[in-house]
C-alpha cells in the first residue's frame, strides 16, 4: 500500500479502537446492513442514498493520461533509452510492440501501458533492489 490511496488512518487510533470495540455488535451490524454507526453519522450530512450507496472503486482517467504529451514523452524516453534498467528483465523490442500509437490507444492498452510504466518508474527510483 506503499503508493496507493489509504483512507484508514483515522481508524487506527487506538482509543477510538478500543471503544468501537466494546459496542455492542447490533449497534454495528445487522442482517441487512454493515457499518450502521458511520452510515448513520454520514447520512446526517449527506442524502442517505449516498451513505447507504455499495462500495465503488476509484477510477482514474489512465486513457487520457497516456494520450497527454508528457506521458507520450516519459514513454518515448523510457522505451528509447536501451539501457533502462526495466530492460535487463523485459525484451525492449517485446515492449515496444506491445506500445500502440497514441492514436489506437483504447482503455485496454491504456493499462497495460500504464502497468508498465509503472513498473519502469518502480526499477528507475528502486535500484537497490536490482538482482545482478
Not at 59 to 86: D, F, T, Y
Request: aromatic content about 10%; some cysteine.
Amino acid at each position: 500500500m506503499m503508493h496507493s490511496l489509504e483512507m484508514r488512518s483515522p481508524f487506527l487510533d487506538t482509543a477510538l479502537a478500543e471503544f468501537v470495540y466494546n459496542i455492542p455488535l447490533n449497534f454495528k451490524i445487522d442482517r441487512t446492513r454493515n457499518k450502521i454507526i458511520l452510515k448513520d453519522i454520514l447520512a446526517e450530512i449527506m442524502p442517505r442514498e449516498f451513505a447507504d450507496r455499495r462500495k465503488q472503486g476509484f477510477g482514474a482517467p489512465i486513457l487520457g493520461w497516456i494520450k497527454s504529451g508528457a506521458m507520450q514523452s516519459e514513454i518515448a524516453r523510457i522505451v528509447g533509452n536501451s539501457s533502462h534498467p526495466m530492460f535487463r528483465y523485459l525484451d525492449r523490442e517485446a515492449v515496444r510492440h506491445m506500445l500502440p500509437p497514441k492514436a489506437s490507444v483504447n482503455k485496454s492498452s491504456a493499462q497495460k501501458i500504464w502497468s508498465l510504466l509503472c513498473l519502469a518508474i518502480w526499477f528507475e527510483t528502486h535500484t537497490q533492489y536490482h538482482v545482478e
